[in-house]
């Protein structure tokens, strides 16, 4: 079982960036792919992005391509989410999660972290 951690929420305005953090423990961290997703109150949990083992690859929703950038440090057992550009409809809660398999359905992921909040002011 994988324990994982996220970090760097808060309350920004619109146009701000923020960067999430997500640390692991428990297994070899290069040896499953990672992912972020995220819940609005009243809504379900949603894909944002998923990073490959190695880092080679990466998958984004339609709604943060090009404003949020995934990206994993192997030595450090951590992901990241750099989040550009935000808007209030980003606002949420922020999840990260560890699978053998990178799939957008957050069922699938295997372990999860507690959230960390993301707010974004008009």
């Known amino acids: 079982q994988v324990q994982l951690v996220e970090s760097g929420g808060g309350l920004v305005q619109a146009g701000d960036s923020l960067r999430l953090s997500c640390a692991a423990s428990g297994r070899t961290f290069g040896s499953y792919a990672m992912g972020w997703f995220r819940q609005a109150p009243g809504k379900g949990r949603e894909f944002v992005a998923a990073i490959s083992r190695s880092g080679g690859s990466t998958y984004y929703a339609d709604s943060v391509k090009g404003r949020f950038t995934i990206s994993r440090d192997n030595a450090k057992n951590t992901v990241y989410l750099q989040m550009n550009s935000l808007k209030p409809e980003d606002t949420a809660v922020y999840f990260c999660?560890?699978?053998?398999?990178?799939?957008?359905?957050?069922?699938?992921?295997?372990?999860w972290g507690q959230g960390t909040q993301v707010t974004v002011s008009s």
């Open positions: 999660a560890s699978d053998g398999a990178i799939t957008s359905i957050a069922s699938s992921w295997d372990s």
